[in-house]
């Protein structure tokens, strides 16, 4: 590690691994910048929904990801929210994490024009430092100089169950198999595809948090920082 405490720090793992809340108490924790690099390949699947654009239409959507207009904000709602995710003026925040999103989000985010995209603009803001960014390929591909590489991992079994807890503490219905079922297609788009797959760096420190608490997972983290 070249800085103490690491200035760029990268978290991936796969869905409900437990980034994003250990991300983002690191990053309150140590007054950076929490980038969650995922709203922006949600952002992109819901105007290619919002539009009714032909998904298979890769040259299409890779366009409008060239130019898309994604505001991310200071969360203007006390309703659970991290950030405000803005297109167009119109709040996104939870639709982004619809159904619907979720099951053409990782087909849209193997586009490799749309990563070039995107990953671009992650790097950009990346490299300025005090930084905790989270996704899948922050460590391997957007920001593989990072001071600090951490991959979360879990059980499909283990994470659709967390989601199933999310969903149900937001007033709404999920079912559990369901949800394991398209945990595991996730995984398997994200972790097949050609570009920047789902994979720890080499020089990443793994954790599998199965059996570990969101606190103990943070306390790990933290500890590797300070
Ligand atoms: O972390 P998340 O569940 O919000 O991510 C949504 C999707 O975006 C996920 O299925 C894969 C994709 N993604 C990606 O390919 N690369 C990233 N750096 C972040 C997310």
């Known amino acids: 590690m070249t800085n103490h405490p690491p200035s760029i720090i ?22 950076y910048l929490f980038f969650d690099t995922g709203i922006m390949y949600r952002a992109v699947t819901w105007i290619a929904l919002d539009h009714d654009m032909d998904m298979q239409n890769e040259e299409l959507i890779t366009q409008m990801a060239q130019s898309a207009q994604i505001d991310i904000r200071p969360p203007s709602q006390n309703d659970g929210r991290p950030c405000d995710v803005l ?23 193997a586009y490799p024009g749309v990563r070039k995209a995107l990953s671009e ?13 989270v996704g899948r390929d922050i460590g391997t ?26 969903i149900v503490e937001r007033g709404e219905h999920a079912d559990l198999d369901d949800l394991l079922k398209k945990m595991i297609e996730r995984d398997r788009i994200d972790s097949t595809r050609a570009v920047a797959p789902l994979r720890p760096a080499g020089d990443a420190v793994i954790i599998n948090t199965d059996e570990l608490s969101e606190d103990q997972v943070y306390t790990r983290v933290l500890e590797m920082c300070e």
């Open 10 to 31: 990268a978290l991936d793992g796969p869905a409900a691994s437990g980034k994003t809340t250990v991300g983002r108490r690191l990053a309150e924790k140590l007054g």
């Open 87 to 109: 297109i167009g003026g119109k709040d996104v925040t939870w639709d982004i994490r619809s159904g619907e999103v979720e099951s053409k989000v990782s087909a849209i985010s």
């Open 121 to 133: 603009q992650q790097r950009r803001i990346g490299m300025r430092g005090k930084v905790v960014m």
């Open 141 to 166: 591909v957007v920001l593989p100089e990072a001071d600090l590489k951490v991959y979360l991992d879990a059980s499909a079994e283990e994470r659709a169950r967390r989601r199933y807890d999310e």
